[in-house]
């Protein structure tokens, strides 16, 4: 059985499916604009947490990021959580960015991620 969460975001009033990112939680993939990328179970968690925050318009600390990731985790995680954390949004910066998808710093220990639109594969 397959489980999938699709957020799509809509443009000028239109939907375009290039918009919409999926996320197979099973299969702990993500794709969007016909591009899919395995992650490992925590860059999957973090990227799920990243993009329904991005398509809130919430920024997010790196602690909420470390709980969001440890979160099962009886003792929060290891001393170097937010170490972690930082080094998966340095490797989604560079995984993203050709489906336009950005992390951004915004202020010292804030993080948001912007969705642009995919224009290149709207015009199929």
Do not use: C
């Amino acid at each position: 059985m397959a489980v999938s969460v699709a957020i799509t975001r809509r443009h000028n009033r239109r939907h375009d499916a290039a918009d919409r990112i999926e996320f197979a939680v099973l299969e702990q993939t993500i794709w969007r604009g016909g591009n899919s990328f395995f992650m490992s179970p925590q860059q999957f968690r973090l990227a799920l947490v990243m993009t329904v925050a991005a398509a809130n318009r919430i920024s997010l600390t790196t602690d909420e990021l470390v709980d969001a990731l440890y979160a099962d985790d009886i003792d929060g995680g290891p001393d170097t959580a937010s170490i972690i954390v930082r080094k998966h949004i340095w490797r989604f910066r560079m995984v993203f960015r050709p489906l336009g998808m950005t992390v951004i710093r915004e202020r010292q220990n804030f993080y948001r991620m912007s969705i642009e639109p995919m224009l290149g594969a709207i015009a199929a």
